[in-house]
């Protein structure tokens, strides 16, 4: 039995770092993106990630391309629920916390498997208590 090519075969998931390095053109974060279409992945990130993301130095038409080949998915209130049980699950709290558990949320919420581009994977890890493949960039 094949895939169907509208159903997505698991979800590749920008952290705030993994977006920057989109932006950037980083060369490793590239071939995951080009592996993430290739295989017929989707490829989101967090609205949330947005703020870490953006300031006044990012090369604004390079942020737009970028998100152009990407599914920014909402903060929504299931999410927000959401990422309150994990923080809680995970034995965090804080705005240190905030936007990775948000992030974490989304991602579980996404078609399995599930991986995450991240900077941070042990934070994200406790938060996805396994659930998800975490890929240090």
């Known amino acids: 039995m094949t895939r169907s090519r509208t159903v997505p075969g698991g979800t590749l998931v920008l952290d705030s770092e993994g977006l920057a390095k989109a932006v950037l053109r980083d060369r490793t974060v590239t071939g995951w993106l080009a592996l993430a279409r290739a295989d017929d992945l989707r490829v989101i990130t967090s609205a949330a990630t947005l703020v870490e993301v ?3 130095r990012i090369n604004r038409p390079a942020l737009e391309w970028t998100l152009s ?19 809680a699950d995970a034995g965090l709290h804080g705005h240190k916390y905030a936007i990775d558990a948000m992030l974490s949320a989304t991602a ?20 996805c208590s396994g659930h998800a493949t975490m890929i240090k960039v």
């Open 54 to 56: 953006v300031h006044p």
């Open 108 to 127: 579980l919420a996404a078609p399995g498997p599930v991986t995450i581009l991240t900077s941070d994977p042990e934070d994200l890890t406790a938060l």
């Open 69 to 87: 080949r990407l599914v920014v998915e909402p903060v929504t209130e299931p999410i927000a629920r959401d990422a309150a049980a994990l923080l």
